[in-house]
């Protein structure tokens, strides 16, 4: 339709370049592959198709936009209304409209068939390039590869079908007018003159002592500046041969005696260093699932921390986790395995979430008013005792001896238990679990859990 009336206004113009907005309705498959089709029923050839960098910004087509939306809005301040396309039109052709910018109304449009051929990765291509043999050239960024080479089937269609006829609003091309720039030479001369006339405006005294560059505005200041006698004076320029003679001057100085040192020429290809050549856009990052033993040991973690009352910081689970070990005594994770902060932080957050949106029932209440209770007394039972519970990374040693299921524990992990909290193991290595499965029971038994029932 826009090349119709192009070709039929400019009947020279015979090429077309689109730069397009990058959104869907331009970007899709339907879009380019009638490109060629479009190209044969209007005498004009596509010959590229760019659409809008996808993280540069705003395009042209917006900045456009944003101008005919303040004068729709400057329209609208006068007390007329837009609801429908015909006062759209209205109020863009309104006091003379825009430069650059012609409007036509479009009646509905019908549906085609859809037998559209589909491009693969269309949303990660940028430019395209159509040929004269029926193949669109695709990149994801201007000049960079060989491309890809996209056969187009030939669309079912008849000449002619589907090509709309109405009329643009009158309008031309928007013009842009270069101004000539100026050289240095006359931007200097231009520059001292206007000083001149400036200085001699303005009535300024100036120094008569030679080489002085002071002026003033007043006679009175004048005359106090030539009795202090304090001229400003700019050095004068020394010319090449002063600086040679000054130069070779001080190279008798400092180099008497001195044998001058010559060094090997260094290869500049050896510090190169040859960059690879890749995409700079951004890598779509892949959802992240948590194993059935991750969740099962951070869910102990957080239900530890319920239960006590001393929520585990988040930075401080990740290092736990790497020191895990399993009731066979082996480490629990990989380093694979291992979780950041950010995602522990993550999910004790939504474990917290499901926490508050469950009703509190008469058990919570109840077991809510006796820690408010007996708060002082527990204090002061912890300061003289062992306080409940004794927890070993993500075991809990008193509810495991409740259970009696300590012995489930492998013979190194009970070591790993009794050496990390300090405990009197055998002098000797032994090779059975009683002796550390006593020790744990007997600091166990020390508890104020095991007291106070």
Not at 102 to 113: A, C, F, G, K
Not at 134 to 145: D, Q
Not at 253 to 266: I, N
Not at 313 to 320: F, G, K, Q, S, Y
Request: charge should be positive; charged fraction near 25%.
């Amino acid at each position: 339709m826009f090349l119709a009336t192009l070709k039929q206004e400019y009947p020279e113009i015979n090429k077309a370049y689109f730069r397009q907005d990058n959104a869907g309705c331009y970007h899709s498959s339907r879009t380019l592959t009638k490109c060629q089709e479009i190209s044969a029923n209007t005498g004009v050839k596509i010959v590229r198709v760019d659409f809008s960098d996808p993280q540069g910004g705003k395009g042209a087509a917006d900045r456009l936009a944003a101008s005919c939306k303040s004068h729709i809005r400057a329209f609208i301040n006068e007390g007329h209304d837009v609801c429908t396309a015909s006062d759209l039109k209205e109020a863009l052709l309104s006091h003379g409209g825009l430069e650059g910018v012609r409007v036509v109304s479009l009646d509905t449009i019908e549906e085609t068939p859809d037998d559209v051929q589909t491009i693969t990765g269309i949303t990660k291509l940028n430019n395209f390039e159509f040929s004269s043999v029926g193949s669109i050239s695709c990149w994801r960024a201007y000049s960079v590869g060989q491309g890809k080479v996209i056969k187009i089937e030939k669309s079912s269609s008849g000449p002619g079908q589907g090509i709309l006829q109405p009329s643009f609003s009158a309008g031309d091309f928007r013009s842009y007018k270069s101004t000539p720039h100026k050289s240095s030479g006359e931007e200097n001369v231009s520059e001292e003159t206007a000083s001149i006339e400036r200085g001699q405006a303005a009535g300024v005294y100036s120094c008569p002592q030679d080489g002085c560059t002071r002026v003033f505005q007043r006679l009175s200041a004048l005359e106090k500046h030539l009795s202090l006698e304090k001229c400003t004076r700019v050095p004068e320029k020394n010319s090449l041969m002063d600086l040679a003679k000054i130069g070779y001057k001080s190279y008798l100085v400092e180099g008497v005696g001195k044998l001058p040192s010559l060094q090997a020429p260094v290869r500049q290809e050896d510090s190169r260093v040859s960059l690879k050549e890749g995409w700079a856009l951004r890598v779509v990052r892949k959802a992240y699932r948590f194993s059935e033993k991750q969740k099962s040991y951070l869910l102990s973690k957080f239900r530890i921390g319920q239960t006590t009352g001393h929520k585990l910081d988040a930075e401080v689970v990740p290092r736990e986790m790497r020191r895990a070990r399993g009731t066979d005594g082996a480490r629990l994770f990989q380093s694979s395995e291992f979780l950041t902060t950010t995602q522990i932080t993550s999910f004790f957050s939504r474990q917290s979430a499901l926490v508050r949106q469950r009703d509190p029932d008469e058990a919570d209440i109840r077991a809510a008013q006796e820690e408010s209770n007996f708060s002082e007394a527990k204090e002061t039972v912890a300061s003289i005792q062992l306080d409940h519970p004794l927890i070993y990374d993500q075991y809990d040693l008193c509810e495991m001896a409740l259970n009696d299921s300590l012995k489930i524990l492998k013979l190194p992990m009970l070591q790993h238990m009794c050496e990390d909290l300090g405990l009197e193991i055998p002098s000797k290595p032994t090779r059975k679990k009683a002796p550390y499965l006593a020790l744990l029971k007997e600091i166990v038994s020390k508890c104020t859990c095991q007291k106070s029932s």
